[in-house]
């Protein structure tokens, strides 16, 4: 009540009569008023001013946790004449680290994902430029590749509705009783090793029939005289052959030596020994034979057990044969002892014949040919640098240290050869000669598919070290992707790495989500998220379930462990 009187009382002035005669004492008089009203828009006109000439308060409030605020002060403070009262500004925050939960990574995958669901859903791959589906003839007519190699990665970011839909399709519709020719190596890295490690994850019982079903159907690809597997199968026939570019018939030392993990993981899950016999009788036959300096040419003859040409490279022919040796070692629980030493001499043997330096400093491998080196090196030979950080740990003879340097040196020359392109993607090759380094000179070597071999290596290097670096190299990676690779339909790879606007070649492999969107998100993982000591990967990044030690015989609890 107190309050309305005097609201009344300070009101009366503007709200008197106009009949002067009869006014109030508290009435005005018409220059008193103008006066008044001087006074009253001076006020007005002094807010205003304050409110256009004062510093912006706002934005300080906005922005009070970023660097730009700390420029906007300091601008703020020069433009005043003040610089001198304002306190010294503090410490400049660490730099904005990347995304460490990599949502990033995983709306990556979303887009990739949803785009080949929306053009492409039930064909082996997604052509994102054109927008349709796109089957490479690496699959006969067995479809959805994309759906299989992309199942632990939806797993593993959570992306639940996405993996009941694959789920629900490969229920209805994954079919292997076809009547084509398949390659033995790309079905059993992307379907099988894609079906376990569904399985592994999940514990879906559908998985683990579908893995032993089709790896039943690759059985055949063994009735050779050596029982080492041809590269080619007819599924309904279970005919067999080898690629007719290969050496004299010859079957693919990264083809037949890639089949190791999987089928001892199929033996263990369906009771049926044939599976392990087969992998291990590849040992057998590869242990009988001489070995030039060591090394394991890229040929050998199904036949008459007998290398073809003597051809090496830890790249494309060779590179996952050296991989699941190691893997086989750790995956046994470091029991597997004929597989460790396997490992270690071979890589002796690839540091004394192929390991060598540039002359500025880059530590790269080069290709063997009959005692002639090349001095190249593929996108593919990227791994190594992971694989031998995964393996430096067990080497023998004090070794450890000096692997993980040269695993160290090995990231950064391919790192290197991202960094001299234009586009920020690595080339499919790039060479040491004729006065380059790290950078390719041949028109056909200078694409790039959206292969993960290069972020593979931070990945492991990331976990093993916690050097920054490695995230800041991944995130470059992104960044590139985003900038090069992504298009509406998804993302392509590029033609040219050189080349500063990107040439689209219209293919989304599938194995750009089974390995470098993954390899991506654990990058900015945590350690414990799918930890070293108890998954294996395949060499499509498919995650092989757990250790010995680690094993239950409850799948489903397997899952859970991850989240633990
Ligand atoms: C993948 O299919 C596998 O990583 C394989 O071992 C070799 N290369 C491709 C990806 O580059």
Not at 8 to 18: G, I, K, N, Q
Not at 89 to 105: E, K
Not at 186 to 201: D, K, M, Q, T
Not at 230 to 255: D, F, M, V
Request: with cysteine; proline share 6%.
């Amino acid at each position: 009540a107190i309050m309305r009187n005097w609201d009344v009382a300070t009101l009366l002035p503007f709200t008197a009569t106009p009949n002067r005669k009869s006014a109030s004492p508290t009435s005005f008089r018409l220059t008193e008023k103008f006066i008044l009203l001087l006074v009253f828009s001076a006020f007005i006109t002094l807010c205003f001013g304050a409110i256009f000439f004062l510093p912006d308060s706002s934005k300080l409030i906005n922005c009070a946790h970023t660097h730009t605020c700390l420029h906007l002060q300091q601008d703020m403070g020069a433009e005043s004449g003040c610089s001198n009262v304002i306190p010294p500004p503090p410490p400049p925050p660490p730099p904005p680290s990347p995304r460490r939960d990599c949502a990033g990574c995983a709306s990556m995958m979303k887009h990739a994902w949803g785009s080949y669901r929306r053009y492409a859903w039930g064909s082996n791959e997604l052509r994102p430029v054109s927008k349709q589906g796109h089957s490479s003839n690496l699959f006969g007519s067995i479809k959805g590749a994309t759906i299989v190699d992309a199942l632990d990665t939806l797993y593993i970011m959570e992306m639940f509705e996405e993996f009941d839909a694959a789920t629900d399709w490969i229920e209805k519709n994954l079919d292997f009783n076809v009547n084509a020719e398949v390659s033995v190596f790309e079905v059993n890295i992307r379907f099988v090793g894609g079906l376990l490690s569904a399985y592994y994850l999940s514990g879906k019982e559908v998985y683990r029939r579908k893995a032993v079903e089709l790896g039943e159907k690759l059985l055949p690809a063994f009735k050779t005289p050596t029982g080492i597997p041809w590269a080619l199968l007819n599924l309904k026939s279970g005919i067999g052959r080898n690629w007719p570019w290969a050496s004299g018939g010859s079957s693919i030392l990264a083809e037949y030596g890639t089949l190791h993990l999987e089928f001892m993981h199929l033996s263990k899950l369906s009771g049926n020994p044939d599976f392990a016999q087969k992998v291990m009788n590849i040992r057998k036959v590869l242990n009988r034979l001489d070995k030039p300096q060591g090394l394991y040419p890229n040929y050998l003859n199904p036949n008459s057990g007998q290398w073809g040409q003597h051809h090496v490279s830890v790249g494309g022919l060779g590179d996952s044969f050296y991989e699941y040796l190691l893997k086989a070692w750790l995956m046994s629980d470091k029991t597997d002892e004929e597989g460790k030493k396997m490992y270690y001499d071979a890589l002796q043997a690839i540091e004394t014949n192929l390991m060598r330096k540039s002359s500025s400093g880059l530590t790269y491998i080069a290709e063997w040919k009959g005692g002639l080196l090349e001095h190249k090196m593929g996108h593919l030979t990227c791994f190594a640098g992971g694989m031998i950080a995964l393996g430096a740990d067990g080497a023998p003879g004090d070794k450890t240290g000096h692997q993980m340097e040269q695993a160290a040196e090995i990231a950064r020359t391919c790192h290197e050869s991202y960094a001299r392109t234009a586009l920020k993607l690595g080339p499919e090759a790039f060479r040491f000669d004729g006065g380059v380094e790290a950078i390719a000179t041949r028109q056909n070597e200078k694409y790039f598919i959206l292969r993960p071999e290069v972020i593979e290596t931070y990945m492991y290097m990331w976990r093993f070290t916690h050097d920054p670096k490695y995230r800041e190299w991944g995130w470059e990676a992104v960044q590139a992707l985003e900038q090069h690779c992504k298009v509406e339909g998804g993302y392509s790879g590029v033609r040219d790495v050189y080349a500063s606007t990107p040439n689209h070649d219209d293919v989304q492999q599938s194995f750009y989500l089974a390995e470098t969107l993954k390899y991506l998100y654990l990058l900015f993982s945590d350690d414990d998220h799918l930890p070293f000591d108890h998954w294996v990967f395949n060499t499509e990044a498919h995650p092989l379930g757990p250790k010995t030690s680690a094993r239950t015989s409850d799948p489903v609890c397997l899952s859970l462990q991850l989240s633990v």
